[in-house]
Nanobody
Framework: QVRFVESGGGLVQPGGSLSLSCAAS????????MDWYHQAPGKDRDLVAR????????WYENSVKGRFTISRDDSKRMLYLQMNSLKPEDTGAYYC???????????WGQGTQVTVTS
């Protein structure tokens, strides 16, 4: 079945960096655009970055543009998020998922927690 396992979160000071990873299985990873989502404490899950199949194009939400970089390794079925210049508002759980047609969805993984604090 479809499964996402996120890792790499942790506690970091403002201005620091973290590198998140997502191991995907159970579907044709190479054929799907992939997303990273951020869920701040007490708030909804928001899309922050997307990468197309093959990895040659990406989209970023304005608040992370220039600080985060999404990438993928289709041979390993892995999705990555390099997070630089972290801010306290980046705190929260980060999840990956695939982009699917309307009305379809894959189950969410457990996410990985990022805490940015001095």
């Amino acid at each position: 079945q479809v499964r996402f396992v996120e890792s790499g979160g942790g506690l970091v000071q403002p201005g620091g960096s973290l590198s998140l990873s997502c191991a995907a299985s159970g579907f044709e990873f190479y054929s799907r655009s992939m997303d990273w989502y951020h869920q701040a404490p007490g708030k909804d899950r928001d899309l922050v970055a997307r990468i197309v199949p093959g990895g040659d194009r990406a989209w970023y939400e304005n608040s992370v543009k220039g600080r985060f970089t999404i990438s993928r390794d289709d041979s390993k079925r892995m999705l990555y998020l390099q997070m630089n210049s972290l801010k306290p508002e980046d705190t929260g759980a980060y999840y990956c998922n695939a982009v699917l047609p309307a009305g379809q969805d894959y189950p969410w993984g457990q996410g990985t927690q990022v805490t940015v604090t001095s």
